[in-house]
């Protein structure tokens, strides 16, 4: 399957020929339009015909309704308050704030100042983010055609169409569902360029990087395994012709050219968030067990289930393709091992690693043929995507009945009718006064707001304000930017505590 700087042969061609004809679902179906068709029939006949396209579209339909359906239920979290807050700045704002130190890259936050124009909602906020899930369920079944056959490229649409994972990611306004979709396209020209070499594909391969890269920072990651996965399949070749590294070299300076300027800011950002012990995050191997629950589906079971199906979808592939098991393995353990290494010196979080969606469903998905080859039913194609649904069935059962976020609007409306004219509501850290703000206006509730990080500050507008009732409003973000726990001592001794809501505290003035 990836044999970079060589055209198919007749032996691949034979290959490719028993994978798609062994348990095709369109054996034996004419797909095509007739000659001298319409545009119109041209379009419509595979949609009538084909089994695959069927499938396709009925699972991209069913993701369309489990990414948008109550798409503006939870309230904003903090990380999507804070994209509303870079959004609302002008374009040459967000490049500013970028370049001054914002840990994420622009390009989302363009894309969501143009969305405001239809207003602040939080559907509004969410909308990029769930259209870009949705599309990249189709995506991942090219990725998965090109890489073994149709059968493979469906279920590995199936497992990203219900994934709980993406569908989380895919209802929250940040930019890591846009991310893994321009990733994902990058990844399917990947492919496409090494088993034909063509230039447009690998050019492709880099616009499409840079983009994922402009989205996220984290992108680097995959997209530079990807370069040192071809330099190493291939050194024996290109130290005998250099010049077959070629069209890999043009691929690499489309996506310099294209991300030049984020280039230069992303290395002093790298110095910044590496300059110190992280306070947030996962450190050590919790963070390869913690990532590969959340992208299996947040079940033990179900992680042990699929780290079982990728080894023996990466056996399978080893057998007829080593170059292509030896993809899935660097996409899988590289990025794990950099996220390790990295994880004691920035904060490192699973949902960074979104982009493993399409290397992990696809190395799954190609156990098929195995299952395949012991049934010889094409009919079992639809078992495993209903084996797919069933999987995520008890996550679906009550994602979108129970908050799965901070429920800031259910918090606010609660402290609107225990606040009074002329008491003081302390926020602690003073960051969350945006997903509070949000949705609670002291300005109509005659109340003073304010922000406080430690003791200190607590004592300090206690002095400042003597005989003021005051609520404190506490996450656990507070041991973020005071590891120390000053602030939550005095809360203790200072303060009454007065209930809590998903995980937002509430303390009151003694």
Do not use: C
């Not at 143009?114 to 990725?143: C, D, K, N, Q």
């Not at 490229?153 to 993406?166: D, K, Q, R, T």
């Not at 990087?209 to 370069?227: C, E, G, N, R, T």
């Not at 012991?374 to 797919?388: E, F, S, T």
């Amino acid at each position: 399957m990836i044999t970079m700087g060589k055209k198919q042969g007749k032996q691949t061609k034979r290959k490719a020929d028993v994978h798609d004809n062994g348990g095709d679902l369109d054996s034996g179906i004419f797909t095509s339009a007739r000659p001298g068709a319409s545009l119109f029939d041209t379009i419509a006949a595979p949609i009538k015909t084909s089994r695959y396209v069927q499938a396709l579209l009925g699972l991209t339909i069913i993701g369309f309704l489990l990414r948008f359906y109550n798409l503006g239920g939870n309230s904003l979290w903090l990380d999507e308050a804070s994209t509303l807050t870079f959004a609302r700045q002008s374009l040459i704002g967000i490049w500013e704030s970028t370049a001054g130190g914002e840990f994420n890259p622009p390009l989302f936050y363009w894309l969501e100042h143009g969305m405001l124009l239809f207003g602040e909602s939080e559907f509004v906020l969410r909308f990029l983010p769930a259209l870009f899930g949705v599309l990249t369920i189709p995506v991942v079944y090219f990725i998965g055609t090109e890489f073994r056959d149709r059968n493979v490229g469906l279920i590995a649409a199936a497992l990203l169409a219900f994934s709980p994972f993406h569908i989380f990611y895919s209802q929250e306004a940040r930019a890591y569902a846009p991310m893994l979709f321009f990733f994902s396209l990058a990844l399917l020209f990947y492919v496409r360029a090494s088993k034909s070499d063509d230039v447009r594909s690998w050019v492709l391969f880099g616009v499409f990087s840079a983009v994922a890269f402009w989205m996220h920072f984290y992108a680097i990651v995959p997209v530079a395994v990807l370069i040192l996965y071809a330099l190493v399949t291939h050194a024996g070749a290109i130290r005998s012709d250099p010049r077959s590294a070629r069209n890999l070299a043009l691929s690499v300076i489309a996506f310099v050219v294209a991300s030049l300027p984020l280039l230069i800011v992303t290395v002093n950002l790298f110095m910044v968030r590496t300059s110190s012990a992280p306070t947030f995050g996962i450190q050590g191997f919790d963070v390869i067990y913690q990532t590969l629950l959340q992208i299996s589906g947040f079940g033990d079971l179900i992680l042990v289930l699929f780290v079982i199906l990728f080894v023996i979808g990466v056996a399978y592939t080893w057998r007829e393709d080593r170059n292509g098991a030896l993809l899935l393995v660097f996409m899988m353990v590289l990025p794990l091992a950099a996220s390790l290494v990295l994880s004691s010196r920035m904060p490192m979080i699973p949902r960074y690693l979104i982009y493993l969606l399409p290397v992990y469903f696809v190395g799954i998905a190609a156990t098929y043929p195995a299952l395949y080859a012991l049934v010889r039913d094409r009919r079992a194609v639809y078992l495993v995507i209903a084996a797919a649904l069933l999987i995520s069935t008890p996550f679906l059962s009550t994602y979108y009945t129970t908050p799965q976020k901070n429920d800031w609007r259910g918090f606010s409306a609660d402290l609107g009718g225990m606040t009074g004219e002329g008491d003081l509501v302390v926020v602690l850290p003073p960051y969350m006064a945006q997903p509070l703000d949000y949705y609670y206006s002291n300005a109509t509730d005659g109340t003073l707001e304010l922000g406080a990080t430690t003791g200190e500050d607590l004592a300090t507008i206690r002095g400042l304000h003597p005989g003021r009732q005051a609520f404190y409003v506490v996450t656990s973000d507070i041991f973020a930017v005071d590891p120390t726990g000053d602030a939550v001592g005095w809360l203790e001794e200072n303060s009454e505590f007065a209930g809590q809501h998903t995980g937002i505290f509430l303390f009151r003035s003694a």
